[in-house]
């Protein structure tokens, strides 16, 4: 059954069928197969997909990021960034980490922040003489920690569908999320070494205070959202209502937005929202498929054959997510395969938090490389590169985020201690 369902979906999504429905027709598959079809259970099962409260985050979080866009919001972030590290040598590479990071705490997508740090971002290093190549795959590399640090969607879907809390993996996050962004802060400090760029000219005191000023309020959405999950003063999805109020507030506070552009705001956040539902609900459907077809239990009996050691056991579940990353967006990856690994992974004794944030960190390392990596294909479009200039580019930081991700697993110390610290 487990070839059933592996050959079926990649069947379907080599053909050119879009994804959500290669689950559903692998789900109807293995069910035939099964001799289980039914589709009154179907239909059950899609509704219950989408009806699930903690759900109810995500159109809050890409709201969020659709205002944080429209609303003048990143722009000042950047400004923050640069006036403070802007005037060193490769700066505003730094600028371009500085604020992924900030970013990372309000958005929770990797698309997002790609999308918003290169259409400011890119267009000025290249102006300044960096190299387009290694600028546009530092943006890219970057970009993931919107997955990484809370809010992050990815990781909600993952709490929803392996039904593990969602304020642990946000918190969990925080720590890895910084440790890959000082790592490419190593790799850029060799990296723009060989550039001959400008540097932005260093800001006196004033300007220093006035951009702290300007991005105030923005900067402080992270650190709301953070202690407002860390207080147990609002739920992951509360937190996503307050983000989006939040962010709806001081975008008219800046007075960077306008009524009239509302409509498109909404109707960009109900398209995306729209697309997550669906593959979720479809995903509803594979895990029923998987479930009654026993999958996990036969992945359980086959791995146990091969390893009980919870590291040698990770590492092999890794490196087949990176296999399936390449081929497979984050999001149905997440969906497919978490009801499939979670109770191999639990047989053994990992902790279901750690091996989330371990999951999410991996399959976000798929979206920056080829062939399906969906940022490299932002940071392509904005710096109208090739899909093969942009993979040189960001060779140097895929592989210390690669690096870190091994560390990882070789030392869980490093995430259940520090979320030890911001749980208890």
Not at 48 to 57: I, T, V
Not at 148 to 168: C, D, H, K, R
Not at 229 to 236: E, K, V
Request: charged content about 10%; proline content about 5%.
């Amino acid at each position: 059954m487990i070839l059933v369902f592996l050959l079926t979906l990649f069947l379907f999504l080599l053909i050119g069928v879009p994804v959500a429905i290669s689950m559903l027709s692998s789900a109807i598959v293995m069910l035939a197969v099964l001799g289980l079809f039914d589709t009154g259970i179907l239909g059950d099962y899609l509704v219950k997909g989408a009806n699930n409260f903690s759900l109810m985050a995500i159109p809050f979080f890409i709201l969020t990021g659709e205002i944080m866009n429209a609303g003048g919001v990143s722009k000042r972030i950047v400004e923050f960034a640069s006036a403070f590290v802007g005037h060193i040598r490769g700066g505003l590479g730094y600028v371009v980490i500085m604020s992924g990071v900030i970013f990372a705490g309000l958005s929770g997508s990797a698309v997002a922040d790609t999308a918003a740090l290169g259409a400011i971002l890119i267009p000025m290093m290249i102006a300044k003489g960096y190299n387009k190549n290694s600028s546009t795959g530092l943006v890219a590399a970057t970009g993931i920690i919107g997955t990484i640090i809370p809010p992050s969607i990815p990781m909600i879907l993952f709490g929803v569908v392996g039904g593990v809390s969602i304020t642990q993996l946000f918190m969990a996050g925080i720590v890895p999320g910084i440790l890959i962004a000082v790592g490419l802060v190593v790799v850029w400090y060799f990296v723009s070494k060989k550039d001959q760029s400008e540097t932005v000219p260093k800001a006196t005191a004033k300007q220093k205070w006035t951009a702290l000023i300007r991005a105030f309020w923005a900067l402080m959405l992270p650190v709301i959202i953070i202690v407002g999950l860390r207080g147990g003063i609002f739920t992951p999805t509360e937190a996503g209502v307050v983000a989006a109020i939040y962010a709806l507030i001081i975008s008219f506070f800046y007075r960077e937005i306008k009524w009239r552009q509302l409509s498109n705001v909404f109707v960009d956040t109900a398209k995306t929202t729209g697309i997550v539902m669906f593959v979720a609900s479809t995903a509803v459907v594979s895990g029923y498929a998987i479930t009654v077809a026993q999958i996990p239990r036969e992945l359980v009996e086959f791995l146990s054959g091969l390893t009980t050691n919870p590291t040698i056991l990770l590492l092999i579940i890794m490196l087949f997510l990176l296999v399936v990353g390449c081929v497979m967006d984050l999001t149905p990856a997440i969906l497919i395969f978490t009801p499939v690994l979670l109770p191999v992974v639990t047989a053994v004794g990992i902790d279901p938090v750690y091996f989330g944030l371990l999951m999410v960190i991996n399959l976000s390392i798929g979206l920056i490389t080829p062939p399906v990596g969906t940022v490299l294909y932002i940071g392509c479009g904005i710096s109208k590169i090739s899909i093969v200039d942009i993979t040189k580019g960001i060779m140097p930081f895929l592989l210390v985020q690669l690096g870190i991700l091994i560390l990882l697993v070789l030392f869980p110390e490093l995430v259940t201690v520090p979320l030890s610290w911001f749980t208890e």
